[in-house]
C-alpha cells in the first residue's frame, strides 16, 4: 500500500513528470495523497489469477477518492475509458476521476505553469526528463 505524503519526496519515484508535478499541487494545497496505493483486479482466468488490472495513481485519502492523469495520446485515454468502465462495474462504490491531456492542460494554465507543457505532458515529457521509453501497459 502506499503511504499517505504531504509533500513530495525524493524516495517516490513517479512513472511520468505530469505525476511529479500533480503531487506538487496537491502538497501546494495541502491535499494527503498516496502514489499507486493500490491494484484493483479486472479480469481473472479459469483459475482466479489475476489477469488484467488498474493501478490509479493517486489516491486522496481526504475526499476518497482515486486520480488517473493520462496525458499521453489519445489511445490510452480510451483504453483507460474502458478499464475505468469495467472497474465501476466491479466495484460500484470506488470513486475514480481520469484527468486527459485537457483537463491537465487547464490545470497548468490555472497554475501558471503552461510555459512547461513539454517537459510535463505526453511523450515529449518523458524523454525531455530523461525518463526512457512511454510506459504504455502500465495504467
Do not use: C
Not at 62 to 88: A, I, P, S
Not at 117 to 123: I, K, P, Q, S
Amino acid at each position: 500500500m502506499g503511504r499517505v505524503k504531504r509533500a513530495a519526496t525524493p524516495s517516490v519515484t513517479f512513472a511520468h513528470p505530469s505525476e511529479a508535478e500533480f503531487a506538487r499541487i496537491l502538497d501546494f494545497y495541502q491535499i494527503a495523497w498516496k502514489y499507486e496505493p493500490r491494484t484493483f483486479p479486472l479480469a481473472w482466468d479459469e483459475n482466479g489469477n489475476v489477469l488484467e488490472g488498474f493501478t490509479p495513481d493517486f489516491y486522496l485519502p481526504d475526499y476518497d477518492l482515486y486520480v488517473e492523469l493520462t496525458t499521453l495520446q489519445q489511445g490510452l485515454t480510451t483504453r483507460k475509458h474502458r478499464k475505468l468502465r469495467l472497474l465501476q462495474e466491479l466495484y460500484p462504490h470506488i470513486r475514480v476521476k481520469l484527468l486527459d491531456r485537457d483537463d491537465f492542460d487547464a490545470i497548468l494554465i490555472k497554475h501558471g505553469l503552461e510555459a512547461r507543457r513539454d517537459e510535463l505532458v505526453g511523450r515529449t515529457a518523458i524523454a525531455y526528463n530523461g525518463h526512457g521509453e512511454a510506459d504504455e501497459q502500465a495504467e
